[in-house]
């Protein structure tokens, strides 16, 4: 903080003076003949011996920045020698010694020791923006590149565009010393520096920075640029806040007045990711100003691109699981749940797609040859099958079963020998509790191919008994029974009166069957549970009042006299049937359906008196 203050204090303090001495640099330039000349026929022209005391660049130096030593590389006397030695004094601040490596011949002698230092920095900047030099593509022979098409003793660096105009980068040979030859900037790449540096220099703001803000690097990014990148990244994201939240809020206001919830729907999914865009793209043209190097430069762009792919995939899920759930929600209100599950199938496999969509972008981004790799992924997604055969089966029994639903999650049902609750169908497998209260993986291949009894789906539930009776049952006992028992699931109102069938069957071996059969309007099975026991409390009661009794499953041997039926019951029984007959009616082989109307709904349930409570209401589906 303290450094920050004094960087701000020397800025205000000092604007004039540094106004100063950059407008007498700039005289000095323009006093040595500093034209934008272009191409390479100017640094071919003869011109004066540069003046003596341009020396290779000291091996210390040259350790001290961090290269390799002077015996590892080509020497000044190469071009690409004399490119290494100028970067690594440029990379240690040592500027004087990089001056060693410009031919400052149109410099007068007196201002060299000046006008040298400010050229090499000036030179850094602009290269570091604008060109990012390939050292290993330059010449390592003392003769410089022989078929470049330039004049003897004379390379190319490489070319910079500024205002439309080519501003040739070239070194030439020179003989400082006898006997000794040294590559150095030519004086026309030096005269061409002065627009460079004003379309492409840091600016008054850059002149102005303290050299230990300039000169501390990490990653080709100076101490005073990553300041300014954590300052922007700040700016940038309170901007983004600030204006996306306003334009949200109008949206809102908007959209609470259209009929559709599309739009809303679309809103909230695009809201935070639009922020981080915002504040992405604000980022971005901010750090114009920053003045990156070029491997700066293309680092914070690939980045920004991942950024950029990422908050695109995030928008793309979020509005997935947005719309999605708009359109369940809508189902469940409209009772249409027997689409949910593929929904869910739907909204993992658009999900799983847009991430894939993401990753391919992301790979293309940072220079993966997507194509390779896509034909790559073809070939091996054909051995891939081969080996996950299974797999691959059981993706698609889950699509046939989301799609078919033969089940849904909840319901209870029977496959194979297993019955159990649905509690989820994935993919590749389908989870049943059963009725243990664990839990089965069926594979969703294995599945969707077996028989699948789906007991939620019913509309009533069936009762069957057969009721074995004693052999002593007399023909007219029976009649009796059978036509009470009629009545009672006639008048039973939870029994449906179509289907219901009570009928004498077979002579058993040990008794009289009677089958009574009926369907319960009830879905829930705890309800007909209890109607079921209601019922055949009742049918107990009828047989009793017949005056007979139910069948033991074995044999009875008999050492004395029993008392046999109750006679007092069998003769109303057969009084009553006496009767119906008397009066011509009999109830066989069917109920007259006019008596059929009158029973039904007259027996009360529950019982009263019973103290039973009544069954449970259905459980509506959905």
């Not at 004395?560 to 039926?565: F, I, K, L, P, V």
Request: charge should be neutral.
């Amino acid at each position: 903080m303290r450094r920050l203050a004094a960087l701000v204090l020397v800025l205000g303090t000092s604007a004039p003076a540094l106004a100063q001495a950059d407008a007498s640099k700039r005289r000095l330039l323009a006093g040595a003949g500093a034209v934008a000349t272009t191409g390479a026929a100017a640094d071919s022209a003869p011109k004066e011996e540069a003046a003596p005391g341009f020396l290779p660049l000291p091996s210390k130096l040259i350790a001290e920045a961090g290269g390799t030593s002077g015996a590892e590389v080509a020497g000044p006397d190469t071009p690409r020698g004399a490119v290494v030695a100028y970067l690594r004094a440029s990379r240690a601040r040592s500027w004087a010694e990089a001056a060693h490596y410009l031919d400052l011949a149109d410099v007068p002698e007196a201002e060299r020791a000046a006008a040298g230092p400010m050229l090499a920095r000036r030179l850094k900047i602009v290269l570091d923006q604008k060109l990012w030099i390939d050292t290993s593509s330059l010449s390592p022979l003392p003769g410089g590149e022989p078929e470049d098409g330039l004049p003897d003793e004379v390379d190319r660096v490489g070319a910079i565009e500024a205002d439309g105009t080519s501003y040739e980068i070239n070194l030439w040979k020179r003989e400082p010393e006898p006997g000794k030859f040294v590559w150095q900037f030519t004086p026309g790449t030096l005269r061409r520096l002065e627009p460079l540096y004003e379309a492409y220099g840091w600016g008054a703001l850059g002149d102005r920075i303290p050299d230990w803000l300039t000169g501390t690097r990490v990653g080709n990014v100076a101490a005073w640029q990553w300041i300014g990148l954590v300052l922007l990244a700040a700016i940038a994201y309170g901007l983004s806040f600030s204006v996306n939240w306003t334009f949200y809020r109008v949206l809102r206001f908007i959209t609470r007045r259209t009929h559709t919830t599309l739009d809303d729907v679309v809103i909230d999914a695009a809201y935070r990711p639009v922020r981080g865009m915002m504040a992405l793209l604000l980022f971005i043209v901010g750090s114009v100003v920053l003045h990156l190097s070029i491997p700066a430069r293309q680092g914070v762009m690939r980045l920004a691109g991942l950024i950029w792919i990422a908050l695109v995939a995030w928008a793309l899920v979020r509005l997935v699981d947005g719309l999605l759930h708009t359109i369940t929600r809508r189902m469940v209100e409209q009772g249409r749940s027997e689409s949910l599950a593929t929904l869910a199938v739907m909204r993992r496999t658009l999900k799983a797609l847009v991430i894939f969509l993401a990753v391919l972008a992301a790979l293309q981004n940072w220079g993966v040859n997507v194509s390779s790799l896509l034909a790559g992924l073809g070939i091996v997604g054909i051995a891939v099958s081969l080996a996950a055969q299974k797999t691959i089966e059981n993706v698609f029994g889950g699509i046939v079963l989301s799609a078919d639903q033969p089940v849904r999650v909840g319901d209870f049902c029977r496959f194979g020998d297993k019955e159990g609750t649905i509690e989820d169908i994935g993919l590749r497998s389908t989870r049943v509790r059963t009725l243990d209260r664990t839990v089965i993986s069926v594979p969703n291949a294995e599945f969707s191919t077996v028989q699948i009894e789906n007991f939620n789906v019913r509309d009533k539930i069936r009762l069957r008994t057969v009721l074995n009776l004693r052999y002593e049952t007399t023909p007219d006992q029976l009649r009796f029974l059978l036509t009470n028992l009629r009545e009672l699931l006639l008048a039973h109102p939870k029994v449906d009166p179509e289907g219901l069938r009570v009928r004498f069957i077979a002579f058993g071996a040990a008794s009289l069957d009677v089958e009574v059969l009926a369907y319960v309007q009830s879905r829930d099975f705890n309800e007909f549970a209890a109607i079921r026991e209601d019922i055949l409390l009742r049918v107990m009661d009828l047989v009793g009042a017949a005056g007979t009794g139910f069948a033991f499953p074995s044999q009875t041997l008999y050492l004395r006299r029993d008392a046999g039926n109750d006679e007092e019951a069998r003769t109303r029984a057969e009084s009553q049937v006496r009767d119906w007959r008397s009066r011509g009616t009999l109830p066989f082989p069917e109920i007259p359906p006019e008596r059929a109307t009158e029973l039904r709904g007259t027996l009360d349930y529950p019982p009263r008196g019973s103290g039973e409570a009544p069954p449970p209401k259905p459980v509506e589906e959905g």
